[in-house]
């Protein structure tokens, strides 16, 4: 017997809807993380992009659990010196509702070249419409 190996032809990609009105953010970008890395398929390989493509609606409406809204900080640089900015979780969801979910996801893939061609296939929108509806998205149920 031999080891099944995909090639790129082989790979079906879905796409996928996910509503994150009142959902609980770590959970919910798990989910999300699976699904665009492709390990819930059979056909999975660590060396391959075998992921779906996800499209997440209501990522204003996210929830998180204890005082996360207040104490969570997001820090970046910006590259000049005492540059460091921080911000809370509970403002990033006022001012960027989509970048919670994009960052809660992108830190849990790969720290590499398909780690980043794996996050472009996550598309996020703070309200309920997408411009997605050509490619037939399933809804996924988290």
Avoid: C
């Amino acid at each position: 017997m031999k080891t099944f190996s995909p090639k790129p032809e082989d790979i079906k990609r879905n796409w996928y809807v996910v509503d994150a009105g009142d959902k609980v953010l770590g959970r919910l970008a798990t989910r999300i993380a699976t699904k665009l890395r492709g390990k819930d398929k059979p056909e999975f390989v660590p060396h391959m992009d075998t992921g779906d493509f996800v499209v997440v609606v209501n990522a204003s409406r996210i929830k998180v659990t204890g005082n996360k809204l207040e104490q969570k900080k997001y820090y970046h640089h910006t590259g000049y010196p005492g540059g460091i900015k921080e911000i809370s979780l509970d403002r990033l969801i006022q001012k960027k509702p989509e970048q919670v979910i994009f960052k809660a996801v992108e830190r849990m893939l790969p720290k590499n070249k398909m780690g980043r061609r794996q996050l472009k296939k996550l598309k996020v929108y703070p309200g309920p419409e997408h411009p997605h509806t050509a490619q037939q998205p399933e809804t996924m149920q988290i």
